[in-house]
């Protein structure tokens, strides 16, 4: 049989998956566009139509010869996840309900501030980390993000809301360190000057604390960094974050440390979520101040925002600035963040997309109480 005629049997193979621009970073499309025999320039000029233009037609991409572009539609694809649902908030809180090519769903949150505006990316569906106070730890672990699908939570937020937004904190749904190559090549997206030219201090990147991937984070990437801290001592920690039994603080805060060493005016922030009766009297406060100490630092304390079915409940607003006093007393940054869209489910830790709670586990252990004393 000669190719000629077997091109023109009907194969029963599926045709392979086209090439998805979203998922490619500006490296991305030079290599992409040298594999094609093209200039890498039109690979840049199609990156900037993406994301800067928010074209997603190639007919539209002017600049292109019509050739290339024909190609591009046969070879390639801009596939971006559909918007299924939008909450808005009396706040001007906007959350919007993302659903993927194989139905998973996730959720990307906007919250708009005096002269700036913040979007919070969320990085897998679900979690597998199971930190006891958060929302998104009930639906368990389900997959990762695509490069692709972690960029068009800011493709989509930009088009919505007509402008791009001047911060992005990777402090949705799912671990980003567990996700590193694909949060790391979404996050050169976001900063990229061809695209949404977001800097160094504008790009954060939340973790629970994978200790190895912060040290690896340092070497290819240039963002800010937050760690979820919630506790001053391991004891506690373990029961809040268990990741911790992993990596205690003991090679946490080092590897912080680590993070912003050389460059004096960098701080790492740390998240201190505000549980009653838990973590916040004045004798953590004094713990956190000793372990912080000689580490550049902020610390933003979040009140707890509840959700159906935890017995944790929010430090009453007082007990969290007399906290806050502590540690201003002592030299520290310390900031209370304000809860924004709560009434949406669109808080800190409210995540969860539409699922089930697979874990089925008690509220509030018992021996977190008793860490607790
Ligand atoms: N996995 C990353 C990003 C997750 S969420 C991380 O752990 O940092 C961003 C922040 O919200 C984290 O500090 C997380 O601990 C906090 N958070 C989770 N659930 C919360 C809740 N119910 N109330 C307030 N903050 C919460």
Redesign the pocket.
């Known amino acids: 049989m000669t190719s000629e005629h077997r091109t023109q049997v009907p194969s029963a193979l599926p045709t392979p998956a086209r090439i998805n621009l979203l998922d490619l970073d500006r490296a991305g499309f030079e290599r992409l566009f040298a594999e094609l025999g093209q200039k890498p320039f039109h690979g840049r000029n199609v990156f900037k139509w993406l994301h800067k233009h928010g074209v997603v037609g190639f007919d539209a991409m002017t600049d292109l010869p019509k050739t290339l572009r024909q190609r591009l539609g046969e070879q390639t694809e801009i596939r971006l996840p559909r918007i299924v649902h939008e909450q808005p908030s009396g706040d001007g809180t906007r959350k919007w309900v993302l659903e993927l090519a194989d139905g998973q769903r996730v959720e990307t949150v906007y919250i708009p501030e005096v002269g700036r505006s913040t979007v919070c990316v969320s990085s897998q569906v679900g979690?597998a980390?199971d930190?006891t106070?958060?929302?998104t730890a009930r639906q368990g672990f389900n997959r990762n993000l695509s490069v692709g699908e972690i960029i068009a939570q800011v493709w989509h937020v930009t088009r919505q809301i007509g402008t791009a937004p001047t911060n992005v904190v990777?402090?949705g749904m799912?671990?980003?360190l567990a996700n590193f190559e694909a949060v790391v090549a979404a996050m050169g997206i976001m900063q990229d000057d061809l695209a949404y030219m977001l800097s160094k201090h504008r790009v954060t990147l939340?973790?629970?604390g994978i200790v190895p991937n912060i040290y690896r984070l340092r070497e290819v990437a240039d963002v800010s960094l937050?760690v979820?801290l919630?506790a001053p001592d391991n004891t506690l920690r373990d029961q809040l974050v268990p990741i911790n039994r992993k990596y205690p603080l003991e090679e946490l805060i080092p590897a912080c440390r680590a993070f912003i060493a050389g460059d004096k005016r960098r701080r790492v922030t740390w998240?201190y979520?505000m549980l009653d009766g838990i973590n916040d009297s004045l004798t953590h406060a004094k713990r956190l101040i000793r372990l912080l100490e000689g580490t550049p630092s902020k610390v933003n304390l979040?009140p707890?925002?509840p959700?159906p079915g935890t017995d944790f409940a929010t430090t009453p607003p007082e007990r969290v600035e007399a906290f806050r006093q502590r540690l201003l007393r002592s030299g520290l940054m310390a900031m209370t963040r304000k809860t924004r869209g709560d009434e949406i489910a669109a808080?800190?830790?409210?995540l969860v997309g539409r699922v089930a709670d697979r874990t089925r586990r008690q509220a509030v252990p018992l021996d977190l109480r008793l860490a607790a004393r």
């Open positions: 979690c980390l930190c106070f958060c929302a990777m402090m799912g671990e980003p939340s973790t629970s937050a979820s919630h998240e979520v979040i707890f925002n959700f808080a800190c830790g409210q």
